[in-house]
Nanobody, 122 residues
Framework: QVQLVESGGGLVQAGGSLRLSCVAS????????MGWFRQAPGKEREFVGA????????YYADSVKGRFTVSRDNAKNTVYLQMNSLKPEDTAVYYC???????????????WGQGTQVTVSS
């Protein structure tokens, strides 16, 4: 069992930056790939980016490539989402999730956090 808790959301102006954190419980954190997803009102949850457990290989959605960076600190059981050059269309609830491999689909992630709201004003 893995429990995930996100933090770092908030209100930011367009062009600004935010860093989200997700702390995981348990001693097997490094064995999981970690993903970030987001869900805007009235829309389906969508993939943002993900990182492998130990090698640190990353993968991003085209919509955030070059603006967002996923990283992790296995010693702290924490995964991060650095978001730069934010746009109003990035407004959503952001979720972290854990999976056995580097996937980009919601169905492949087993454990989910409760989400943190990010609002980007124009």
């Amino acid at each position: 069992q893995v429990q995930l808790v996100e933090s770092g959301g908030g209100l930011v102006q367009a062009g600004g930056s935010l860093r989200l954190s997700c702390v995981a419980s348990g001693r097997t954190f490094r064995s999981f790939a970690m993903g970030w997803f987001r869900q805007a009102p009235g829309k389906e949850r969508e993939f943002v980016g993900a990182i492998t457990g130990s090698s640190g290989r990353t993968y991003y959605a085209d919509s955030v490539k070059g603006r967002f960076t996923v990283s992790r600190d296995n010693a702290k059981n924490t995964v991060y989402l650095q978001m730069n050059s934010l746009k109003p269309e990035d407004t959503a609830v952001y979720y972290c999730a854990a999976a056995t491999s580097l996937y980009s689909t919601v169905e492949d992630y087993t454990y989910w956090g409760q989400g943190t709201q990010v609002t980007v004003s124009s």
